[in-house]
């Protein structure tokens, strides 16, 4: 098999992935969790007892409301705070397209993933396009270190107490994308790491109006 035919067989791949959206649920107020198929290969999950640690300090979580995940309907919004000390919303970015990157310093392929994710936002930070970095419970300062240390300029936006991730967004490994379109409507999700190839592919599909 030559290389062309492995690099053409490998977005194949990541865009089957992608058609995994989730099924529609005609509920009127509680839905069930949407189910995103885990890749063990390049997905981490996150530890037991960083999930007890957070539920305990959740304050607000008999306040949760079940969220319904549904492509082509409004993603969760959500605000967080960012590294600048600001806080920034999803739907700030209405009119891009929006990929939600869902990450942790201590998960290997999101690390390797990053530079990627880097160089995806550079390329098209100027048109359409913006990354929101979400890091999942962790401490700013480590957050912080992580982020000047690999002279990464996208977002990064702070879910240090889980509630974005977890309860609205439904993840449990890491790395985990979502993408958004402009509207802000939701197209799918991406569990596990993506390569800069695959990524585009994602977007260009996206712009084409294929996805």
């Known amino acids: 098999m030559n290389k062309k035919s492995i690099i053409a067989i490998s977005v194949l791949a990541i865009m089957l992935i992608v058609g995994i959206f989730y099924a529609i649920q005609e509920q009127e107020q509680v839905a069930e969790q949407p189910i995103i198929e885990e890749n063990d290969e390049n997905s ?10 957070q539920e305990e300090n959740n304050e607000d979580k008999e306040d949760i409301e079940d969220v319904v995940l549904e492509r082509g309907k409004p993603a969760p919004d959500f605000t967080l705070q960012t590294l600048s000390g600001e806080k920034a919303s999803l739907s700030d970015y209405k009119g891009k397209i929006v990929l939600i990157n869902f990450w ?28 929101l ?32 991730s977890r309860n609205n967004y439904y993840v449990s490994a890491f790395p985990t994308s979502y993408f958004i379109d402009k509207n802000g409507n939701l197209i799918g999700a991406v569990p596990g790491m993506m390569t800069y190839p695959q990524m585009t592919q994602i977007l260009e599909q996206i712009r084409n109006g294929e996805l």
Do not use: H
């Not at 390797?112 to 550079?122: I, Q």
């Not at 300062?141 to 702070?158: A, C, K, M, Q």
């Open 44 to 53: 981490e999950q996150l530890p037991d007892e960083a999930i007890s640690e």
């Open 104 to 131: 942790a310093t201590w998960c290997t392929y999101c690390d390797e993933e990053m530079p990627d994710l880097e160089k995806l936002y550079n390329d098209n930070k100027n048109d359409d396009f913006v990354v």
């Open 133 to 164: 970095a979400v890091d999942v419970g962790e401490e700013e300062s480590l957050v912080r270190d992580y982020i000047e240390e690999g002279g990464y300029t996208f977002p990064v936006l702070l879910d240090s107490n889980m509630k974005v």
